[in-house]
């Protein structure tokens, strides 16, 4: 369950709840922009997508600690707004899935570079201040448009197709995990590692779900896809929510 520090600090604890969530809303963020960006047309679904999506992050900001249901929401529409830019940076201008893996890979360097140098730590257990909060959301937009791009250059620039790169990137976000169990690997690193990872790995396996039969996938369809997990991730943040609030109750309880 989440501690008392989620009062104080703007981002969940990391659980495996948390880890199963992420994945999850990667998965969506994928069939969810594509099934927009096919029903309503690339403009409007950007443009509707950058409304919706800007309204979850000023949300989230205006919020003053951890609320699961805002925070999860921003989360999901970092996902589809982000799969939806760098889906239209290969699709309108024609750029490389190598290439954009590579810039998006600089950004998040980039954005790291100054977290660390301003704020002497990129730990999220330390989001308790703007900067912070704005460093950390820089944070994940950019980890969500590189796995992206990473995602998409394994299953059709490398020619893996969706399955084979979604048990990939399933064998390579455990890498972290064992070499921070058994290794000692840094904390930090491990975690934005596997955060990363996730991205690919979740929307490796939501296009195969949805994709057609004659390109490999199960053909149930975007749509479709897009419902059931935001069925499932309602019941998750649900779960966390109502984790949370027993959570804070019990401690007001103890101090009382």
């Known amino acids: ?11 969940p604890e ?16 994928e069939s969810t922009s594509d099934y927009f960006v096919h029903t309503l047309g690339p403009v409007l679904a950007v443009s509707l997508g950058g409304v919706v999506f800007a309204a979850a992050l000023i949300t989230q900001f205006a919020v003053r600690r951890y609320i699961a249901g805002v925070y999860w929401f921003a989360v999901v529409m970092v996902s589809i707004f982000g799969t939806m830019v760098a889906d239209s940076i290969h699709a309108a201008l024609g750029v490389p899935y190598w290439v954009s893996t590579v810039g998006f ?8 570079t100054g977290w660390r140098l301003t704020q ?9 201040s703007r900067p912070r909060e704005f460093f950390y959301w820089g944070a994940v937009l950019s980890t969500f448009a590189l796995g992206t791009a990473a995602g998409d250059f394994t299953a059709s620039t490398l020619h893996l197709g969706d399955l084979v790169s979604g048990i990939m990137f399933g064998v390579i976000i455990l890498l972290p995990l064992i070499a921070w169990w058994k290794l000692r690997l840094n904390a930090i690193f491990a975690f934005w590692f596997a955060y990363v990872t996730t991205r690919p790995l ?6 195969w779900f949805s994709g057609a039969h004659i390109h490999g996938g199960l053909g149930f369809g975007t749509g479709p896809v897009s419902l059931v997990l935001a069925v499932v ?10 984790s949370q609030f027993v959570s804070i109750r019990r401690a007001g309880t103890l101090e009382a």
Do not use: Q
């Open 233 to 242: 991730i309602l019941g998750l943040v649900t779960y966390l929510g109502i």
């Open 105 to 112: 890979a600089i950004i998040l360097a980039a954005v790291f």
């Open 120 to 128: 002497k730590t990129l730990s999220i257990h330390s989001i308790t």
């Open 1 to 11: 369950m989440p501690s008392l520090r989620n009062t104080v600090s703007k981002v």
């Open 14 to 29: 990391v659980t495996v709840v948390f880890w199963i969530t992420k994945i999850m809303t990667t998965a969506m963020g």
């Open 202 to 207: 979740g929307a490796s396996f939501a296009d």
